[in-house]
């Protein structure tokens, strides 16, 4: 009797080990954007990658701050998908939300909506590894100009302040995703 009991447990387990792989398993490398090198940026929070699955990740920097003198731009990550991505908020001097605006730069990244006028935030996302066209996003050719944020702010005068924000791309441990139709 203990016998079929096992020969059953190690059956059912076996089974669904087959029916996960057939759904598409796969291990991922997680990346972040990192702005630390920003001048005048600062990492206010730090934190590991949310996904509930990941694999020998490490602390990373998950919130920044950069001041201006009319301004201040907050960035988050964003873990809600697999691509790098943050969200992008400027508040004035007194707290209120200014509005900002995405501006095309390269072709590995950009932002969610460019043609939707200002926003309150922005997605930014590096699209690099779901773009097979373009070979130059690959980890192993990414180049500098194609690893630079730009938008606007508009502030409380309406005067408008373009941001070029440098980042790096940095590996961060595994994530498990299962693309289960």
């Known amino acids: 009797m203990m016998k079929r009991l096992l020969i059953l447990i190690t059956a059912v387990i076996l089974l ?63 873990f809600d998908n697999g691509l790098p991505a943050i969200v992008v908020k400027a508040l004035s001097k007194n707290g209120d939300t200014l509005t900002i605006k995405g501006v095309k730069h390269g072709r590995c990244a950009d932002f969610s909506f460019l043609n939707t006028g200002f926003e309150d935030e922005l997605d ?15 980890k192993q050719a990414i180049r500098k100009a194609d690893s630079i944020m730009v938008f606007v702010v508009k502030d409380d005068n309406g005067e408008i302040h373009e941001e070029r924000l440098p980042f790096e791309l940095m590996p961060n441990g595994y994530y498990i995703e299962i693309d289960a139709l």
Do not use: H
């Not at 087959?18 to 005048?40: A, L, R, T």
């Not at 930014?124 to 690959?138: K, L």
């Open 16 to 78: 669904l080990l087959i029916y996960m792989v057939s759904q598409g398993i796969k291990v991922n490398e997680f990346k972040f954007m990192n702005f630390e090198d920003v001048d005048d940026i600062i990492v206010t929070d730090m934190g590991f990658p949310q996904s509930g699955m990941d694999i020998a990740a490490r602390e990373m920097p998950i919130a920044y701050q950069l001041e201006r003198s009319d301004y201040t731009v907050k960035i988050r990550v964003d």
């Open 124 to 138: 930014f996302m590096w699209w690099g590894d779901r773009r097979p066209q373009e070979p130059s996003c690959q």
